[in-house]
């Protein structure tokens, strides 16, 4: 039986980060983690962008503007939403959730949910590059893989 997967090896094409500018302080580690990993896995730092987007509500919309006017192999998309006391995180984080994958299936251009949706800034910190691992990392992983696995179903 013949098996096609992805692997992490850096594809020509362009990588797209989108990244959300509230909760700066969790957002800027998953940048990090992302850009890392593209670099480490030999993706050129001219390959990737980065686009900044109000807050994670809004990412799937300018995603699609980026699919518009940049034509990316993939698109990282990186967040932080944590509980607060009211029903706001329930739509924020569901509302992109599907504004992201509605949007990566209609249009064929993975892109990578690397939203993370947290009771706490703990949390957070924890899977932004923390004990509880690096999401932004794990984001860029997807993204390749993904752009090499559409490689292989096409070939």
């Known amino acids: 039986m013949q098996t096609i997967e992805g692997h992490l090896t850096a594809p020509s094409g362009r990588f797209v980060i989108v990244a959300a500018r509230f909760n700066e302080i969790i957002v800027a580690r998953l940048i990090l983690g992302a850009t890392d990993a593209l670099r480490r896995l030999g993706v050129a730092e001219d390959q990737v962008q980065l686009v900044r987007a109000p807050g994670a509500h809004e990412i799937p919309l300018v995603c699609k503007w980026v699919i518009e006017s940049l034509n990316p192999s993939a698109i990282i998309a990186l967040g932080c939403v944590v509980r607060g006391d009211t029903y706001h995180f329930e739509v924020v984080a569901g509302q992109s959730a599907s504004g992201i994958a509605a949007l990566s299936i209609a249009t064929g251009v993975p892109i990578?949910?690397?939203?993370?949706?947290?009771?706490?800034?703990?949390?957070?910190?924890a899977r932004a590059g923390g004990h509880g691992g690096d999401k932004g990392a794990d984001a860029a992983f997807a993204a390749l893989e993904m752009v090499n696995l559409r490689a292989g179903i096409r070939a």
Do not use: E, R, V, Y
């Open 112 to 125: 990578i949910n690397g939203i993370l949706t947290t009771n706490s800034l703990d949390q957070a910190f």
